[in-house]
DNA sequence: GAGTGGCAGTGACTCGTATTACAGAAGAAG
DNA sequence: CTTCTTCTGTAATACGAGTCACTGCCACTC
């Protein structure tokens, strides 16, 4: 493990104790994610609890026949709720996890961090926050579907996208119509019409963001 | 409290430890929800934890425009994940739990569940069992309602009501519809083709389920 | 500079679902 | 029995979004 790693660690989990920080130096593995590359799937059984420390991933569900649709980002600090739910999940569908960009990911095995829930506060306090805020997303998410049409979820997804990478958006029409599990004609279309209210601007490959919130 | 209450309670949450039940059974509220009656909403605060011994709640969700969905019912035994979220929640929609037959439910005041986390073990393990049943119901509405049809999704939508109150449905097509967040004329078709096929029969006010898994 | 492949724009069409409008049927109330 | 209300069935229509077909555009390679 590098030093570097390490800092990013510390910087962004402050809020753990120190005994269990150092425990969880000791303890895990470090791993590097590259641009794209999978962080778990579910199905396969999950042996760790899941730790961001630098970098983006992004969370999304895929049915069988390949149809996904983005459930919620992690930013550096934030923990895969599902990596601990530990029980062997044998639902059909799949869980994925994947890096938007390259990442830096701690994995602690099931037991300990099992066993840590009893044995530090801030580890528990950490564990049931993880819960309640992958919670609220995923409600976020869900209402989004629900009850909104495709433009406003067009609209949900930009903004969501801006709050974790910028103004920038680096992303295909295709890539944007998978990731809301619809077509890119559509998404296309929608795009052209917030174009035309003065709140993007379109380029090849590359979206530019102005103003989301007046539209 | 009556000696009823108190033998459902024992029932149900037999895992919890015996000081556990006993810190219960002293400092909870009781309280009886007629059908149909709101057990919590949030956008009040909540400051209770609650568990339900008898009867059926069913969680939805709200928009500002009054459409719902089904997220998922709750059965004697289950507790609401969303009233240990104690955090205030501020978002704009609106969760609501509603007793769909007569229910007897607790309430534990939030700084005892709090407490508790951290002094009974068998608390602690019914809190995150909680959390991760609700997160993986969830995650099961969310998929049908993003990748499937509507007709899959009342096919779902039937079972689940037949796993928890049986195979006489009494609900009219108004309501199924609402739930679904769909209207009654397209439920109507549906079901019409169902019965059509045998896996039903069509009443006023009530369903009689025969096969749903055989369609 | 010609060829090639991925990306973006656009129109026509289809499909599922929502909406509107109405009519008949079953109960409830009088 | 009559009236009223609530529930259910059905047909016509409207609309959003997915699909298909095709065109043009940019960037990269040879």
Redesign the interface.
């Known amino acids: 493990m590098e030093n570097l790693d390490k800092s990013a660690f510390l910087q962004h989990f402050a809020q753990l104790e120190q005994p269990l920080r150092e425990e969880i130096l000791a303890h895990s593995t470090f791993k590097h994610l590259k641009e794209g590359e999978e962080a778990l799937r579910t199905g396969q059984y999950i042996t760790s609890t899941v730790l961001l420390s630098e970098g983006l991933l992004k969370v999304y569900?895929e049915?069988d026949e390949g149809?996904e649709?983005l459930m919620y980002y992690l930013e550096p600090g934030n923990a895969c709720?599902l990596s601990m739910?530990c029980?062997a999940?044998d639902?059909q569908?799949q869980?994925r996890v994947k890096a938007v960009d390259d990442a830096e990911i701690i994995l602690i095995p099931s037991h300990l961090s099992e066993l840590w829930?009893?044995r530090y506060?801030s580890w528990?306090n950490f564990?049931?926050a993880s819960?309640?805020q992958?919670?609220?997303e995923?409600?976020?998410?869900?209402?989004s579907?629900?009850?909104k049409g495709l433009d406003e979820r067009l609209l949900f997804y930009l903004k969501r996208h801006v709050k974790v990478s910028g103004k920038q958006i680096r992303l295909s029409h295709q890539q944007i119509a998978t990731e809301l599990?619809s077509s890119r004609e559509v998404i296309s279309r929608l795009l052209k019409k917030l174009e035309q209210t003065g709140a993007i601007t379109l380029n090849r490959n590359y979206i530019q963001v102005h103003d989301l919130e007046k539209v």
Chains 1, 2 share one sequence.
Do not use: C, G, P
């Open positions: 569900r049915d149809k649709f709720a739910m029980s999940r639902t569908s869980i829930l009893a506060k528990h564990v049931i819960y309640r992958r919670f609220e995923l409600l976020q998410t869900l209402d579907i629900a009850f599990s």
